[in-house]
């Protein structure tokens, strides 16, 4: 009887253990999914900041207004590849506007006129703002990958995934790191 209790108490808190690891692997995955969602945010945010200066520089520029078209292209392209849910065409497409965004400063120094328009400064600094804090969010969600990836990794935590993989194991995609230099950085190990 003594035995039958003590493997009772055994099984009780290998579930209550076994519970608290699922609970604690949803919570990351949820966490990612958040980071993601901050990064949909700020992507909005920018190409609302876009489509403001587009207005603005419209009333100094005669056609020379293909940057600008390339940005509602690149995030029409952004957009479509999100609703199919192809994540690096969309993370492409995003990591191109941002390229584009580092170079708003050389079409301002083509415009004297424009470079002194109040509004069109605030929407130069509001972009520069905006990639900061985008590069945050995509910093957080990468950070948050990594976490997620390292724990359900982890002995005991790999067999509670692989008793609810449907729930638990996810792939996530890194914003800005390709796959490779991903597995480069995950097989990564110290040379004494």
Do not use: C, H
């Amino acid at each position: 009887m003594r035995i039958f209790s003590i493997l009772l108490i055994a099984v009780a808190v290998i579930i209550m253990w076994s519970i608290a690891i699922y609970n604690k692997l949803i919570r990351m995955i949820e966490e990612v999914n958040n980071n993601q969602k901050q990064i949909d945010v700020q992507l909005d945010r920018r190409f609302k900041v876009y489509e403001s200066l587009i207005e603005t520089v419209k009333k100094y520029m005669d056609y020379e207004q293909t940057t600008l078209k390339d940005v509602v292209k690149l995030r029409s392209q952004a957009q479509k590849a999100r609703n199919s849910g192809d994540n690096s065409a969309r993370m492409a497409a995003e990591d191109a506007i941002s390229k584009i965004g580092g170079n708003i400063n050389f079409l301002f120094e083509q415009y004297p006129d424009l470079k002194a328009d109040k509004n069109a400064l605030q929407l130069q600094e509001e972009i520069v703002n905006t990639e900061n804090k985008l590069a945050f969010a995509k910093q957080a969600y990468n950070d948050s990958i990594e976490q997620y990836e390292a724990k359900r990794k982890s002995f005991f935590e790999s067999m509670v995934v692989s008793i609810f993989s449907s729930k638990l194991l996810k792939e996530f995609a890194y914003w800005g790191i390709s796959d490779s230099d991903r597995t480069e950085q995950e097989n990564y190990k110290v040379k004494f």
